[in-house]
């Protein structure tokens, strides 16, 4: 190195900033406090984003490293400075503290706020032994098991320092009831995981609240460690409450002054009772539990009501907390439970506090997931039905289009700038640009070739562990000679991954065995199906279905001759997700309608250009588009009582497994034969024309925007009008 070249260190201190509670890479001085005056400013022109859990592996989207990447840096001579860059040079890259769609919906949410540089902080619990990791045995099924991690190695995740005593963590003070009713005191640590924008020069932080310290009760502390811990419904209580009563003291501490509260679901809505305390004693001093009448609480309410965006996600009455009064006499305050006798009633029964009615009553805006989710909704809390609206879901399109994809979209005059902006998908040109559609079948082929490649390794290498371990491998493949068991990028490859529960119907086109592997048979072409996904701990019916899968694998393999081969993918996470959606020729999506409340893994696909093959749920109402982008099957029920039972002998299978068989030897002939082959890829190529503009955390968080009330700069809110423009959510197609 000459003495004109700048040491590594000295180029990097670009990307270091300073702040009371610590120090950070990734963003410049400037950028950090930019973002944090906006987040502290006096007028509360800012947002607060509170989620249960954030999807942030930074396998899949990780700005900083490839920065370094793109640099050549491999190492850094400064200690002080390597202890900041090492992590995204050499990870660990992963955050479990996420179970699937919903935290994964919640980091693509944030990414795009960071990009679109809306002011926007996130709020969310750290759980030191994650969600679980799971192992698939072929026997057994699904064997769920928790692993402690190490947050302090993971880039871009900063426990945060006191400003009084620098080296002390910040620690907040939450107040809890103990089971004999004493009030005690929670110290929890914070965590700051800054998603930086592709740019590197906007964020949103992202606070996640750590109970695992000493300073807090040892009940307190177990609570804490692992996402959705359902072991009983003290512990899921608790859980709740530390999300949303630790909202208020980490913005107290961090000077966040947000006006506005988005809660991602209801499972942070406590916060609503702190919010309406805090305006009681405001108003009527520090006896406002005994000076409070019900209608002093309404009126609260009321107020607090214009300070909240509520999200709802699904339809499923398991995805609704509901706790019983009895609980609640227990580990809430009197005023609590009088609060949440006036606001949360469960109509059904009223010995519970449903918090999803609490989250529907006290809010200026509720919003589902699609347009149809909208109608179940209105359906189930009538209401409230004139305050329900739809904000359809998107995906990150820069954390999900592969690699390969990107390289073409990058090449191709007509998507200029697509990086910043999906909206420049929205060109016909494409569908006749016979070099796009080469380009794009090559990088196909190639995201094809490497997800079959890494499944025929995860086949050997489990039929080496059979023989070093006690666990049976989950893929009938694994116990045949390698010759026989290895797919072929070149066959006809579905992919299905997403939470297994019963309402999803995992195993739906496999009910007849027959019916499917005579369709093969006569085909005579190879198709390979990938399957995964997790089930609950606690959801037997669930891990029944993992089950079911396993024990379809060789029977279909030998009705077929070997041509149908069914595997199933354990340890399902976000890198593993990208693989997928990316490398399928098709995705598979059959919930019962209308249970699917969106259903973001098959808009992941679509902005690869894969197409779906789904029920007409969530989502796929909006992107169907009369077939252009991928087939339909299955019942097309109105919403009614029938419709929205979750009862096993309601689930329709013969009904709409039939209905997959009718369109099955369509999709494989427009896949195989070539006088139909173009048939097949026009398909793709209209997904990125049709759905990528529209099916994007870009667009959705600029419909989020207008509910936010923001005060914005002429530049940024002529980009949310704009993005706002490409599609409305609660508007109606034309007939």
């Not at 003070?173 to 929670?186: I, K, N, S, W, Y």
């Not at 390969?404 to 090449?411: P, R, S």
Request: net charge neutral; charged share 20%; aromatic share 10%.
């Amino acid at each position: 190195m000459t003495a004109s070249q700048p040491s590594p260190s000295s180029a990097l201190q670009h990307l270091v900033a300073r702040s009371p509670f610590g120090t950070f890479f990734g963003i410049s001085q400037e950028a950090h406090d930019r973002v944090w005056a906006a987040l502290t400013a006096p007028s509360g022109n800012s947002v607060v984003y509170v989620s249960m859990e954030i999807g942030a592996d930074r396998d899949v989207c990780n700005p900083v490293g490839e920065y370094l990447r793109r640099q050549g840096v491999d190492r850094v001579d400064d200690p002080a400075l390597a202890a900041l860059v090492q992590p995204f040079l050499q990870g660990p890259l992963k955050l479990p503290i996420y179970s699937g769609g919903l935290g994964i919906l919640a980091g693509d949410t944030l990414k795009s706020a960071a990009d679109c540089r809306l002011p926007v902080a996130a709020v969310s619990l750290m759980y030191r032994k994650g969600y679980f990791t799971q192992l698939v045995d072929s026997q057994v099924g699904q064997i769920a098991w928790s692993a402690a991690w190490e947050p302090e190695k993971v880039p871009s995740l900063y426990l945060l320092k006191s400003p009084q005593a620098p080296d002390r963590p910040l620690v907040v003070e939450v107040p809890f009831l103990d089971h004999q009713g004493r009030t005690v005191m929670a110290y929890p640590q914070v965590w700051l995981n800054l998603e930086i924008n592709d740019g590197l020069d906007s964020f949103v932080p992202e606070l996640f609240l750590d109970y695992s310290g000493e300073g807090s009760p040892d009940w307190i502390q177990r609570a804490a460690e692992r996402l959705y811990d359902s072991s009983s419904e003290r512990v899921k209580a608790i859980q709740r409450r530390m999300l949303g009563a630790g909202v208020l003291p980490v913005m107290h501490a961090l000077g966040l002054t947000a006006r506005t509260i988005h809660l991602n679901e209801q499972h942070g809505v406590v916060l609503v009772l702190h919010l309406i305390a805090e305006e009681l004693a405001e108003r009527l001093g520090p006896e406002y539990p005994r000076l409070a009448g019900d209608q002093d609480i309404l009126q609260a309410a009321a107020k607090v009501a214009q300070r909240v965006v509520y999200t709802i996600h699904t339809p499923v009455k398991a995805g609704h907390d509901r706790f019983s009064r009895t609980l609640y006499a227990e580990i809430g305050h009197d005023f609590c439970a009088r609060a949440l006798e006036l606001l949360a009633v469960d109509e059904d029964n009223r010995d519970l506090f449903n918090f999803t009615a609490l989250a529907m009553r006290v809010n200026r805006a509720t919003n589902a997931v699609s347009r149809l989710h909208r109608e179940v909704t209105k359906r189930q809390f009538p209401q409230y039905a004139d305050k329900i609206t739809a904000v359809t879901n998107g995906v990150h399109h820069l954390t999900w289009i592969s690699e390969a994809k990107a390289k073409v979209f990058d090449a191709t005059p007509a998507l200029a700038n697509w990086r910043n902006d999906p909206e420049v998908f929205a060109t016909p040109l494409l569908i006749d640009d016979q070099v796009f559609r080469a380009a794009l079948e090559k990088a196909w082929a190639e995201d094809t070739g490497r997800l079959v490649d890494f499944v025929n390794n995860m086949l050997v290498m489990h039929r080496r562990l059979m023989q070093e371990t006690w666990i049976d491998p989950p893929n009938y493949l694994s116990h045949l000679p390698v010759r026989d068991s290895r797919l072929d990028p070149g066959a006809f490859t579905i992919g299905f991954a997403r939470r297994f529960s019963t309402y999803k119907r995992a195993d739906l086109i496999f009910s007849d065995r027959e019916a499917m592997a005579r369709i093969i048979r006569e085909h005579n072409r190879p198709v390979n199906f990938l399957f995964a996904g997790k089930a609950h701990p606690s959801d037997e019916p669930g891990k029944s279905l993992i089950k079911h899968i396993l024990a379809a694998q060789e029977d279909l393999y030998q009705k077929t001759g070997g041509l149908l081969k069914l595997v199933f993918i354990p340890g399902y996470d976000m890198a593993l997700a990208k693989l997928m959606v990316a490398g399928v020729h098709a995705w598979l999506n059959n919930p019962k309608r209308p249970l699917e409340a969106s259903g973001t893994s098959g808009m992941k696909a679509a902005v690869n250009g894969v197409p779906n093959i789904s029920i007409l749920d969530g989502w796929w109402v909006e992107g169907y588009h009369r077939g252009r982008t991928g087939w339909k099957f299955g019942s097309e029920m109105p919403v009614d009582a029938a419709s929205l039972s979750e009862d096993q002998g309601s689930l329709q299978y013969a009904e709409d497994s039939a209905s997959f068989y009718r369109i099955f030897p369509e999709i494989l002939a427009d896949f195989y034969e070539p006088a139909r082959r173009s048939r097949y890829i026009d398909r793709c190529v209209m997904n990125l024309v049709l759905n990528t503009p529209v099916f994007n955390t870009h667009r959705m968080i600029a419909e989020y925007a207008s509910r936010y009330q923001l005060d914005l700069s002429p530049p940024l809110a002529r980009m949310m009008t704009r993005l706002r423009a490409l599609y409305q959510s609660e508007q109606e197609p034309e007939a």
